[in-house]
Structures are given as C-alpha cells and as structure tokens.
C-alpha cells in the first residue's frame, strides 16, 4: 500500500487554474499533474464552493474554524475562573465557621 500523497494549497489552486482559466482538459491536468480525475475534481468543487478559503491547510483556518478556537479557548478560561470562585467560596465559608 502506498503513501498517501499530500498536495500545498499553491498546487491545488494551480491545477484547478489549469482548467478553468487556462483551458486544459481535466484528463489532461490529471495526466500532466500525476493525479486521479476524481482529486482534480473534489478540487474545483471546493474551489468554486468557497473561493477565498479553499483548501486552507495547516495554519490557515476558516472563518468559522477560527470562531470554534476562540470559543475553546474561553470555555477553557471560563472554567479556570469558576474553579478559583469555588475554591475561594470554600475558603470563605470554612473562614466564617
């Protein structure tokens, strides 16, 4: 079995270019790029879907990938705060005793 193959951005957008700006055939992209018909076209679907996000990688998030991290990262917060409220309400209510 075969390791998968991993493609940049850069050559995903060029091979999708190849197509629709350039006129190549998808048969002949994928012979040229090495690839299978069914790889070119997921791409331009993607490509067409979401033009400005396609194919975003690593290090390059979605708007909403971006939202979902920033949410992680204050529920990880929130809960650091409620933790030291707890522990300083049980301070407290042993101090009153």
Same mark, same amino acid.
């Given at each position: +079995?075969? !390791?998968? /193959?991993? &493609?940049?951005?850069?050559? %995903? =957008?060029?091979? $999708? /270019?190849? $197509?629709?700006?350039?006129? $190549?055939?998808?048969? @002949? #992209?994928?012979?040229? =790029?090495?690839?299978?018909?069914?790889? =070119? /076209? %997921?791409? +331009?679907? !993607? !490509?067409?879907?979401?033009?400005?996000?396609? &194919?975003?990688?690593?290090? !390059? +998030?979605?708007?909403? @990938?971006?939202? *979902?991290?920033?949410?992680?990262?204050? $529920? *990880? /917060?929130?809960? #650091?705060?409620?933790? *030291? =409220?707890?522990?300083?309400? #049980? &301070? &407290? #209510?042993?101090?009153?005793?």
């Amino acid at each position: +079995m075969g !390791q998968r /193959r991993t &493609f940049t951005r850069e050559f %995903k =957008l060029e091979a $999708v /270019r190849l $197509v629709k700006e350039r006129g $190549v055939s998808v048969g @002949q #992209a994928c012979r040229d =790029l090495d690839i299978h018909e069914n790889v =070119l /076209r %997921k791409w +331009m679907r !993607q !490509q067409t879907a979401d033009p400005q996000h396609s &194919f975003p990688g690593h290090g !390059q +998030m979605k708007p909403e @990938q971006q939202e *979902i991290e920033r949410l992680r990262r204050e $529920v *990880i /917060r929130l809960k #650091a705060e409620r933790d *030291i =409220l707890k522990k300083a309400a #049980a &301070f &407290f #209510a042993k101090e009153s005793t």
